[in-house]
């Protein structure tokens, strides 16, 4: 069992459509999480850091955080053509092999089609 | 402030050569760590440098190898390349020892022929 499991889609919606993106988890060791937007042939673009449960808003962005579940989502209201991309989960704690360190985990990454 | 830089952004090379990647972080950051992504692998975590010290390997060959420089500056080597090395590679930097986010940069596109 991967650490960390997102659906890689891809996800195609209308312009204007909510859109939820989803990871789930299994180390409740992890305490910091992030979602990464990134466009083709681009590296990845910090979007939204969360430390522990709740939730965050940036603009169109909300992420929830529930540690009870393992479970993180992102949300993007009013979406548009522009924002498709794929977008890469990530969590960051200690896991079995990081050697005491904090180890940041990536999400397969979902895609998404943003279409007018 | 200046974001990641990775050079060189684009490079070709030979079947059985080695290359060297480069990377500097945000000003300030000391943890650097290197990935590689390739369409079928997604993000692969190659390893991580916190202080010029390696903190976290992946599960690559010995072939991939890096160091961190005083400056927090870092490159990537891979000798003896193979097909399957073509990837696109990327650096993130950290603000926290924690690694608490990562900021990433562009990324060098590897073609091996």
């Known amino acids: 069992q991967k650490e960390v499991e997102q659906d890689p889609g891809p996800l195609s919606v209308p312009e204007g459509a909510i859109v939820s993106l989803n990871c789930t988890y299994s180390?409740?060791?992890?305490?910091?999480f992030m979602w990464y937007r990134q466009y083709s042939r681009k590296g990845p673009e910090l979007l939204m850091y969360?430390?522990?449960?709740g939730n965050k808003e940036d603009g169109r962005f909300t992420a929830q955080v529930d540690k009870s579940s393992k479970y993180i989502s992102l949300f993007i209201r009013d979406s548009q053509p522009s924002d498709s991309a794929t977008y890469l989960c990530?969590?960051?704690?200690?896991?079995?092999?990081?050697?005491?360190?904090?180890?940041?985990?990536f999400g397969a990454g979902t895609r998404l089609a943003v279409h007018p | 402030k200046a974001g990641v830089t990775q050079t060189p952004r684009y490079l070709i090379k030979t079947r059985g050569q080695q290359v060297t990647l480069s990377c500097s972080p945000i000003?300030?950051?000391?943890?650097v760590s290197w990935y590689q992504q390739t369409p079928g692998q997604g993000l692969q975590f190659l390893f991580e440098?916190?202080?010029?010290?390696?903190?976290n390997k992946g599960n690559f060959p010995g072939r991939f190898s890096g160091r961190q420089f005083s400056n927090s500056r870092s490159e990537m080597n891979v000798s003896t390349l193979e097909l399957g090395d073509s990837a696109l590679y990327l650096c993130?930097?950290?603000?926290?020892?924690?690694?608490?986010?990562?900021?990433f940069g562009q990324g060098t596109r590897l073609t091996v022929v």
């Open positions: 000003s300030g950051h000391r943890s």
């Open positions: 180390n409740s060791a992890f305490q910091y």
């Open positions: 969360t430390y522990s449960s």
């Open positions: 993130a930097s950290s603000p926290r020892a924690e690694n608490t986010e990562a900021f």
């Open positions: 440098y916190f202080s010029e010290t390696q903190r």
């Open positions: 990530a969590m960051s704690g200690r896991t079995l092999f990081s050697g005491g360190y904090n180890k940041l985990i």
